[in-house]
């Protein structure tokens, strides 16, 4: 496995680098204040100025797959994801951030060529934003078949009906459109082909954005949720993605790289948590001394460095794979990584919070607003719990049909013979060594 950094990608990242240190961070104050006061329904200045320089900087849509001119593979695009994760403010400048990343992808993927003339191309273009429309209030939607929305075929046209939450994006006065996923064929005995997607224009009579929901208290950062419902919104065939029964299909394609974007974010953020841990425990002095020089702050400060070492190695490999052998085949790693990275980016947040004291509660350091978002992310694009349940039968998968000879042993215990003939070779000092068979 080769993941060295090509010559392409440490030279954007110099420049996404240097981006950041002469126009993101000294603008991140003033993008929280316009955040509180202008709040979800508003465009922010500050983000529209940042976006023309990032453009003009030739630093936009860094998130394209390699497979489109110009593209970068996962691989490459991670250190870049990693150094915009660093700040809340960033990825949106770049036209890197959710869920319009995931929507142009989703477009480039599964969209018909009017479809990606209509809502793609002002999507590359910074001009327009867009909404994702998965998650309801009243089924767990980490099943995604449980989906009740429906999309039912009139015609030339589909009604679509339902209620959403977390719907990103929805509040921006600049959001077109918004990808919808409901059933069109309920009674299918396959119930991951009774779902599909569809292309529902915001301003379409009918859909109605009923309020932007707080995340541990922010609204719109690092994302603008909302809750959105759907009237008998009537929309073209022709906005249809892919085909019906295919939405269960689109939302694993579309969620694969978007998990790992996530992760890769969280590996930049973590990273300036912990420097601005270091930082504040070697100038605050508490007991006659720094905190720097309590051991429990070293043993802190230390398990981070390794915490984020270990996850950015996943992370890579993940991208690797997903390169390499495709998401498909990546997906063990993919749940691996989403499970690992949001919880290391958690624990390292809760610690800095400890070595700031009273003030790592407000936002004057950043903190509480990464908190909100690591904590977040153990939920976004499928729970804990449900990637833990994909790794774990993927791993019994693994030994299934696979010759325990060649693996190291079945996992049963040893008969007195097999213990007798391991002593003789040395493998353990007496036949008492292993546990025994009866």
């Known amino acids: 496995m080769d993941i060295t950094q090509s010559a392409r990608s440490l030279e954007l990242a110099l420049c996404v680098q240097d981006f950041m240190a002469d126009h993101i961070y000294p603008h991140e104050r003033r993008f929280y204040q316009e955040a509180e006061r202008l709040g979800p329904w508003a465009v922010h200045p500050v983000v529209e100025e940042l976006k023309a320089r990032a453009r003009a900087a030739g630093l936009w849509n860094l998130f394209l797959p390699a497979h489109v001119p110009g593209g970068l593979s ?40 009017a479809q990606r003339e209509r ?17 309801e209030p009243d089924v767990a939607s980490s099943d995604a078949t449980n989906v009740e929305s429906s999309i039912r075929r009139d015609g030339e046209h589909y009604v679509i009906n339902g209620r959403k939450w977390y719907t990103t994006g929805a509040t921006d006065p600049r959001c077109q459109i918004v990808i919808f996923m409901g059933q069109t064929d309920p009674q299918n005995a396959d119930r991951h082909k009774r779902q599909s997607m569809i292309l529902a224009p915001k301003d379409t009579a009918g859909v109605r954005v009923v309020r932007s929901l707080p995340v541990l208290g922010f609204y719109g950062v690092p994302d603008r949720a909302a809750e959105v419902t759907f009237t008998n919104v009537r929309v073209p065939a022709d906005n249809m993605l892919l085909g019906e029964g295919r939405g269960f299909e689109i939302a694993q394609g579309r969620l694969g790289p978007g998990r790992i974007h996530h992760c890769m974010r969280l590996i930049g953020l973590s990273e300036r948590v912990l420097e601005r841990m270091c930082r504040r425990a070697e100038s605050r002095v508490a007991f006659g001394k720094p905190i720097a020089e309590q051991t429990v702050t070293l043993e802190r400060i230390a398990q981070s460095r390794l915490m984020i070492e270990q996850a950015r190695l996943l992370t890579l490999k993940a991208a690797f794979m997903m390169d390499t052998v495709g998401n498909k085949a990546a997906r063990q790693e993919i749940a691996m990584i989403k499970v690992v990275a949001p919880n290391m980016a958690q624990q390292i947040v809760d610690w800095a919070i400890q070595v700031f004291g009273g003030g790592g509660t407000s936002n004057d350091h950043f903190l509480a607003a990464a908190l909100a978002t690591t904590r977040l992310l153990r939920l976004a694009d499928g729970p804990d719990e449900v990637h833990r349940n994909q790794i774990g039968k993927l791993e019994l998968r693994r030994y299934r049909n696979t010759d325990p000879a060649r693996t190291g042993g079945s996992g049963e215990a040893l008969t007195s013979d097999e213990a007798e003939s391991w002593a003789a070779g040395g493998l353990w000092p007496s036949p008492q060594g292993p546990t025994l068979a009866p």
């Open 74 to 113: 996962n691989l490459e695009y991670a250190p870049l994801c990693e150094i915009m994760g660093r700040s809340h403010l960033a990825p949106e400048v770049f036209n890197c951030s959710a869920p319009d990343t995931g929507n142009m992808e989703t477009l480039l993927r599964y969209g018909a060529e």
């Open 119 to 135: 809502w793609l191309k002002p999507l590359l273009a910074g001009e327009i934003r867009s909404a994702f429309a998965m998650t």
